[in-house]
T-cell receptor, first 115, second 114 residues
Framework: EAGVTQFPSHSVIEKGQTVTLRCDPI?????LYWYRRVMGKEIKFLLH????????ESGMPNNRFLAERTGGTYSTLKVQPAELEDSGVYFC?????????????FGPGTRLTVT | AQTVTQSQPEMSVQEAETVTLSCTYD???????LFWYKQPPSRQMILVIR??????QNATENRFSVNFQKAAKSFSLKISDSQLGDAAMYFC???????????FGQGTRLTINP
């Protein structure tokens, strides 16, 4: 079974440009999460999808970030325009629906560098 | 809001020895879960061990075990018989019983010396 995949693995862009990160969850997982780790700090939650609906977007830092999950399959996270403080590693995770002890499976992350 | 603190940015241990990674958390909830995740260099983060707050018995998974002190809000990870493959970043995480999102600590980088 394929795990969570993320693309690209690394992106370097200039301040003011736009970047789109993609996450493909494990097949059949309705829950999809985005997290990010900035400058060696703790990993922070960004948002949670259940299928195509945003269940919790309390961690989204500002309106420069737009997440979508059309059709309830893969998800994209767009940063527009990117700022220097957006640099970090963006993780995607997915989990099954049902049960309280379901595990979140993480992707390898996308390292975003804004110069 | 819940917080998780890992006070050891880096730890090192000799191969075959035992090491304990510390984690404390702050919450007013009674229903929650605690996790230890491992992220090897350039690899995906994987779940090492999970503890339900309502369980008094400490969770164990082979060479990995936890010391869950609910009153003290402490959740340390003990790795016995350390192996080279245990070298990784270790993250402690908290999840409310009624929520989905994980709250992470800052991470501890563990080095295994041969």
């Amino acid at each position: 079974e394929a795990g969570v995949t993320q693309f690209p693995s690394h992106s370097v862009i200039e301040k003011g440009q736009t970047v789109t990160l993609r996450c493909d969850p494990i097949s059949g997982h309705d829950n999809l999460y985005w997290y990010r780790r900035v400058m060696g700090k703790e990993i922070k939650f960004l948002l949670h999808f259940v299928k195509e609906s945003k269940q919790d977007e309390s961690g989204m830092p500002n309106n420069r970030f737009l997440a979508e999950r059309t059709g309830g399959t893969y998800s994209t996270l767009k940063v527009q325009p990117a700022e220097l403080e957006d640099s970090g590693v963006y993780f995607c995770a997915s989990s099954q629906t049902g049960g309280r002890t379901y595990e979140q499976y993480f992707g390898p992350g996308t390292r975003l560098t804004v110069t | 809001a819940q917080t998780v603190t890992q006070s050891q940015p880096e730890m090192s241990v000799q191969e075959a020895e035992t090491v304990t990674l510390s984690c404390t958390y702050d919450t007013s909830e009674s229903d929650y879960y605690l996790f230890w995740y491992k992220q090897p260099p350039s690899r995906q983060m994987i779940l090492v061990i999970r503890q339900e707050a309502y369980k008094q018995q400490n969770a164990t998974e082979n060479r990995f075990s936890v010391n869950f002190q609910k009153a003290a809000k402490s959740f340390s990870l003990k790795i016995s018989d350390s192996q080279l493959g245990d070298a990784a970043m270790y993250f402690c995480a908290y999840r409310s019983g009624g929520a989905q999102k994980l709250v992470f600590g800052q991470g501890t980088r563990l080095t295994i010396n041969p």
